[in-house]
C-alpha cells in the first residue's frame, strides 16, 4: 500500500494585486458601513475609510 501525505503550499515573492501607494501623512475625511451609511466612528464589522488623499481602505473591527 503506498500513502501520499503531501502538502503544497506556494507562497509568492511579492503580492499579486495591485496597489497603489498609500500616504504616510494621510488622515481620515470619512467612514463608511457597507451599505453607504457615514458613520461617526467605526463600528465592529467591516468600515470603509475615505482619505483625504482620495484613497479608500476596507478595515475589520472585531466586537469586544
Partial sequence: DMVMNQAVVI?????TGIALPHAENAT???IYDTTGRR???MR???NIV???DGSTRKIWVRQQ
Avoid: H, I, R
Avoid at 11 to 15: A, I, K, L, R
Fill in 28 to 30: 481620515v475625511k470619512a
Fill in 50 to 52: 475615505l482619505y483625504n
Fill in 11 to 15: 507562497m509568492p515573492d511579492e503580492p
Fill in 39 to 41: 458613520l461617526n466612528e
Fill in 44 to 46: 465592529p464589522g467591516v
